[in-house]
């Protein structure tokens, strides 16, 4: 079992910087693969990045390649995405989600293990 908590979303012009924290409990954290998923208002929820459990291989969608990075710390069961040139696209709610490494890269439908979201808001 994981649980899975977001922070660091905000309001921020275009341009900006986020970085956003997903901190998680259950022994599993460590062997999981860990995924960052949003949702506009409106829209189906996306994929955005995911990380393996050691940290040494990363996903990213193309739409956010160059632009975000995601990084975990297993000592702190903490996974980051950290966001730069943000865009009033990148609007969105933002989730965090844990699985096996199949489950986070087949999309929304995948992840047995999600947060409850944090607000990022990208004004132009």
């Known amino acids: 079992q994981v649980q899975l908590v977001e922070s660091g979303g905000g309001l921020v012009q275009a341009g900006a910087s986020l970085r956003l924290s997903c901190a998680a409990s259950?022994?599993?954290?460590?062997?999981?693969?860990m995924g960052w998923f949003r949702q506009a208002p409106g829209k189906d929820r996306e994929f955005v990045a995911a990380?393996?459990?050691?940290?040494?291989?990363?996903y990213y969608a193309d739409s956010v390649k160059g632009r975000f990075t995601i990084s975990r710390d297993n000592a702190a069961n903490t996974v980051y995405l950290q966001m730069n040139s943000l865009k009033p696209e990148d609007t969105a709610v933002y989730y965090c989600?844990?699985?096996?490494?199949?489950?986070?890269?087949?999309?929304?439908?995948?992840?047995?293990?999600w947060g409850q979201g944090t607000q990022v808001t990208v004004s132009s």
């Open positions: 989600a844990a699985g096996s490494l199949p489950e986070v890269l087949a999309g929304p439908g995948g992840p047995r293990y």
């Open positions: 990380i393996n459990w050691s940290g040494g291989s990363t």
């Open positions: 259950g022994r599993t954290f460590r062997s999981a693969a």
